[in-house]
């Protein structure tokens, strides 16, 4: 197995921009332009662009679509309408999550399912085995696609002068078919940062024009190219979970607060449904840890793995950490025991390299824009 990281369509690009690239799940991704408290800050006041085309798409078609992701994920996806989309998740038998999906429905019986880059394989594999007995055809486009990102408060305006698609009829959590730049394109209002924006799904072929292009609408908007560093602490600062941190095998769905998104009420059987409900009576009657917030009362910045104390005793570990740029302050996600798990829970602190730094507890997100 080759062990050269797989590179983007926009890889010149990034590195005619100065980018520093870093190996991440395979790929060789931009980790940051110039400085990611910059791009961060632009994000959250304007605008930024990203190159997210390591994400794996994955197309499931045909009469028993619908069926079979209802069967081989948590969520009721037979319920998902015409050009919208829904978070999700595709667990194991033991309830364990294997990866956290999106699924938009592109068509009356077609569905692109996109995992993540460092599960796309897994997940791939796992739709296909359980496509066995159903109408539906599992078919592998992570070659099919580049996927830019467009986020932040003047991301509306930034498209639109380059699209007359329907943006303002556009909701959260919906897709169309449309042309962006002369380029067609599949524009979805999602992201991961916690503002309002879209994601461009596009053929490798036409993302460099496409990213020129809104580099040049968004000139005098302060548009800046973005990489995955300030994506991770604009998604920790909206409470958003990252697969391989707050979410792994070793935890199911009702273990990471996101319960809500595995639907019992379906019909049918689907794969984990008897351990994830052994899992949800176990939250009810006497919840595990939980995920909370951590802001630093110091400036030393906790890291995943990092212990988290309650006088002196061990009650939870730090799944991400960094510094926050809205907050001025570290900021951590972290599993807790539940009876330190309330807001304002007095006594907790993170052992950061044998130095036990005080911590105040909050409710999730950090930050929630506003409308």
């Known amino acids: 197995m080759s062990t050269v990281p797989r590179r983007t369509a926009l890889d010149a690009l990034h590195r005619s921009l ?3 690239m870093t190996d991440f799940a395979g790929w060789d991704m931009p980790l940051r332009y110039a400085s990611e408290r910059e791009e961060h800050q632009a994000v959250r006041t304007r605008a930024g662009l990203f190159d997210l085309s390591h994400m794996g798409e994955i197309t499931v078609s045909g009469p028993g679509a619908a069926a079979l992701l209802d069967h081989a994920l948590v969520g009721n996806i037979s319920t998902i309408g015409p050009g919208r989309a829904r978070y ?14 999106i699924v938009y429905r592109t068509g009356g ?81 999602t992201g991961y940062t916690g503002e309002d924006g879209f994601e461009l799904f596009v053929a490798p072929e036409h993302a460099e024009g496409l990213w020129r292009a809104l580099t040049e609408a968004g000139a005098s908007a302060g548009l800046v190219p973005c990489g995955l560093s300030c994506r991770d602490t604009l998604r920790l600062e909206a409470g958003m979970p990252l697969y391989g941190n707050e979410l792994t095998t070793a935890l199911t769905p009702f273990d990471a607060g996101l319960g809500r998104v595995v639907k019992f009420e379906k019909e049918g059987d689907f ?44 009650i939870g570990e730090v799944t991400s950490g960094a510094p926050s740029p809205t907050l001025g302050k570290p900021i951590a996600m972290a599993y807790v025991d539940a009876a330190h798990a309330g807001p304002g829970t007095p006594g907790v602190a993170v052992d950061i390299r044998g130095a036990q730094e005080s911590y105040e507890v909050v409710a999730l997100p950090f930050y929630r824009r506003r409308k």
Do not use: W
Request: with cysteine; hydrophobic share 45%; glycine share 12%.
């Open 109 to 189: 019986n077609e569905y692109l399912v996109v995992a993540n880059a460092g599960n796309a394989q897994i997940v791939l594999d796992a739709l296909i085995e359980q496509a066995a007995g159903f109408e539906a055809e599992v078919r592998d486009d992570r070659d099919a696609y580049a996927l830019l990102a467009i986020q932040g408060p003047e991301s509306p305006g930034i498209l639109a002068s380059v699209t007359d698609a329907d943006l303002e009829g556009l909701k959260y959590y919906a897709g169309l078919p449309g042309t962006v730049a002369g380029v067609p394109a599949l524009i979805a209002r």
């Open 88 to 101: 999700t998740m595709i667990c194991r038998e033991d309830g364990g999550i294997l990866d956290d999906l």
């Open 18 to 20: 100065g980018a520093t």
């Open 271 to 314: 794969v984990g449904r008897k351990a994830l409900e052994a899992a949800a009576e176990r939250a009810a009657d006497s919840p595990p840890r939980v995920l909370v917030g951590l802001v630093a009362a110091g400036r030393r910045v906790p890291r995943a793995g990092y212990p988290v104390l309650a006088d002196g005793a061990v």
